[in-house]
């Protein structure tokens, strides 16, 4: 009668499996009282058929040669998408060695509790999670020097604005929250051109300021004792109203004013509230280089990803994902066209900041299978060969996305190092007004939206067109 009761609670796991990693968790390990050592391995098997080289085919990996054989093009389309061997001229770093083999070390084990366990590592994914507090028990100090010098490189071209959009950030920065709503009250009745002329007004009073360490556009020593006076600003011209990126500041800041005026933060939300409200403001600022879907929608790469895996079921699927930012241009036989960027919900309530940290996982895989298809595009434009400053670029060719819990963002940012392995970053946490007094939080989201992402997603354009 027991186990009649027993299988009863397993059937009802079971049609509620894979709605997250803690209730399949619980399903495996229902399952190891009943089933024998192997079926329990198979199923964890099918539960992460996340990577084409799992199961048995990551233990042979493990014991290959580090060379290994010469290839064919056709072989080095999946020497980069199915992490097999290291294919620069350069040699491979010794940090990546010891990673590679602590993870042949994680998946050497056959234990299915233990199994369950690695598999919530990054480094089981070929994922180096940099903002893992636990990257020191794997890397010394001169490793993640090394790695984020690596980060250091990608980035050093994404700290120039466009002079437009830099003088209004720069003209904004000297304004209080009060003048801040002043501005975003004006937008509306006043277009971008007015608010522009109120905030000429504004900064060309005689009230000293006074830089700080922590001010957004300090960028080196400066004496206490030097006053700037607003003259020494470089303010805005009438007609920079014209440019997209200046109206796109005015109409954040107008609509994050509006949010506020009507209480939005103060009442219980949906997760698609937050998302109608203000974060499709915030994203719009992609709107002239990316398409935009929201609601649900599976990543084709995903899809691709885990249809391909070892011991994958018939109906295997994509993660599904709240936001996704694509080209349909240079997709034109997929559903959702080329994907580039995601940005994935954790709720929409305070208390679920939490889980902003446990799905970092599951975007920095999204951002990685986004990366193999990209890359995937590459090798088939080159008929299966690329020269090497191409091969070298694959490095260059940056993922990054969103997660977002609540009225709070994170950004993080995904980069291939080689040899099929990833690193990823978070690139900064971000709040998102809620009252007229944070305004000012958002200049360092608006630098992000304006800069790093607009900046490296605009590059993507180059991809050739299928």
């Known amino acids: 009668m027991e186990s009649f009761f027993q299988n009863i609670i397993l059937e009802r796991e079971k049609r509620n499996a894979g709605k997250n990693y803690v209730i399949e968790g619980v399903r495996v390990l229902n399952e190891a009282r009943f089933r024998s050592s192997d079926e329990v391995i198979s199923a964890v098997n099918k539960r992460y058929p996340e990577d084409r080289a799992s199961g048995a085919s990551h233990k042979r990996q493990c014991l290959q040669t580090e060379n290994g054989p010469s290839q064919t093009p056709e072989e080095k389309v999946a020497e980069v998408t199915d992490d097999e061997g290291w294919e620069f001229d350069t040699p491979q770093p010794s940090w990546l060695k010891r990673l590679i083999e602590e993870r042949c070390l994680l998946i050497s084990k056959d234990d299915p509790i233990t199994t369950y366990k690695s598999s919530l590592k990054s480094i089981w994914w070929k994922i180096i999670d940099l903002s893992d507090p636990k990257i020191v028990d794997l890397l010394s100090e001169s490793d993640l020097s090394d790695l984020n010098a690596m980060f250091s490189s990608a980035l050093k071209d994404w700290t120039v604005l466009e002079p437009s959009a830099e003088k209004c950030l720069k003209s904004l920065s000297k304004l209080d929250s009060y003048q801040l709503r002043t501005i975003g009250e004006s937008v509306r009745p006043k277009g971008t051109h007015g608010a522009i002329l109120r905030l000429q007004e504004m900064t060309s009073t005689r009230n000293p300021i006074i830089l700080e360490a922590d001010d957004l556009f300090y960028d080196g020593y400066i004496d206490e004792d030097i006053k700037i006076f607003p003259e020494e600003i470089s303010l805005l011209d009438h007609n920079d109203h014209l440019d997209p990126d200046v109206a796109y500041i005015f ?16 009442r219980q939300n949906s997760e698609r509230d937050i998302d109608i409200f203000i974060k499709r403001h915030i994203f ?16 084709r790469a995903s899809r691709d990803r885990r249809a391909n895996a070892v011991d994958a079921p018939s109906n295997a699927e994509g993660y599904h994902l709240d936001w996704m930012f694509t080209r349909h241009d240079l997709g034109k036989d997929l559903s959702w066209g080329r994907e580039f960027s995601i940005c994935e919900r954790a709720g929409s309530k305070v208390e679920n900041k939490r889980k902003v940290i446990s799905n970092n996982l599951k975007g920095q895989k999204i951002l990685r299978d986004m990366h193999r298809s990209l890359t995937e595009v590459i090798y088939t434009g080159g008929d299966g060969m690329l020269s090497k400053p191409v091969l070298q670029s694959i490095t260059k060719l940056l993922m990054p996305g969103f997660l977002s819990s609540y009225f709070i963002l994170r950004a993080i940012l995904v980069i291939y190092v080689g040899g099929g392995y990833y690193a990823s970053i978070n690139l900064a946490d971000f709040d998102i007004p809620t009252k007229y007094e944070e305004l000012k939080n958002y200049y360092p989201l608006l630098l992000l939206d304006l800069n790093l992402l607009k900046k490296e997603l605009r590059r993507k354009n180059l991809l050739p067109e299928e």
């Open 251 to 266: 109409d954040l800041i107008r609509y994050t004013c509006e949010m506020i005026a009507k209480g939005i933060p103060n």
């Open 284 to 299: 719009s600022c992609f709107d002239d280089i990316l398409d935009s879907h929201f609601g649900e929608v599976v990543s």
